[in-house]
């Protein structure tokens, strides 16, 4: 069983389209995060859900709306793609009151072109 | 955004070798640090961690360093197998905030 899974693992589409990335976990952890990895490899936060509630949004445009319908899961929905949405994004989850490690799904490549 | 300006460390080592990765944080707030690792076309795997009440923390081949006083973690993998080769995160996370910082990475290549 995979602990946390995010499809579609590739996407391509085209400038200004809007599309979707979805993110579960079956680990029954409480808190989700998506993060961002550029060509450089670095990492970078974006949003974390806390029990369906945000509580982390780092300076990410507004194009990029997470919605979480239950501590489970964590989706991510983008507007008006721009080129420079281009990267691989990660879901995560972990378990706040443990304040233990966080697991990763395989990531989403996205291609905007 | 992009990481503009920002390399990729890499290192490379014989395979049987010892290696050392070394990370510098910046949060003296950090109280929990982890080492990931991530495979070409992955997510990071976790590797080992340590809280900052520990200064060293063994694993199966892999050591964890910990040095609050100038703020520096390094991850020792000893005996290098060719499944080593990946690129190797260091994150911190303080208490009671969600967010886990990653460094820069580094890339290690086992040479057979």
């Known amino acids: 069983d995979t602990a946390v899974s995010q499809t579609p693992k590739y996407l391509v589409t085209q400038m200004g389209n809007d599309k979707s990335i979805k993110c579960e976990q079956n680990l029954g952890h409480d808190t989700m995060y998506w993060y961002k990895q550029d060509s450089k490899k670095f990492l970078k936060i974006m949003f974390s859900y806390n029990n369906k509630e945000l509580i982390i949004n780092e300076t990410v445009p507004n194009r990029f709306s997470p919605k979480s319908p239950d501590k489970a899961h964590l989706n991510l929905h983008i507007n008006s793609l721009e080129l420079g949405d281009s990267a691989v994004y990660f879901c995560a989850s972990s378990q706040r009151d443990t304040n233990t490690e966080a697991f990763f799904g395989q990531g989403t490549r996205l291609t905007v072109v | 955004g992009e990481s503009v300006g920002l390399h990729l460390p890499t290192l490379s080592v014989q395979e049987g070798d010892n290696s050392i990765i070394n990370c510098a944080y910046s949060n003296s707030a950090s109280d929990y640090f982890i080492w990931y690792k991530q495979e070409s076309g992955k997510g990071p795997q976790f590797i080992i961690d340590i809280r900052s009440n520990m200064d060293k923390r063994q694993g199966q081949r892999v050591t964890v360093l910990l040095n609050k006083t100038v703020k520096h973690l390094s991850l020792q993998i000893a005996a290098t197998q060719p499944g080593d080769s990946a690129v190797y995160f260091c994150?911190?996370?303080?208490?009671?905030?969600?967010?886990?910082?990653f460094g820069t990475g580094t890339r290690l290549t086992i040479i057979p």
């Open positions: 994150a911190e996370k303080g208490y009671g905030n969600e967010k886990l910082t």
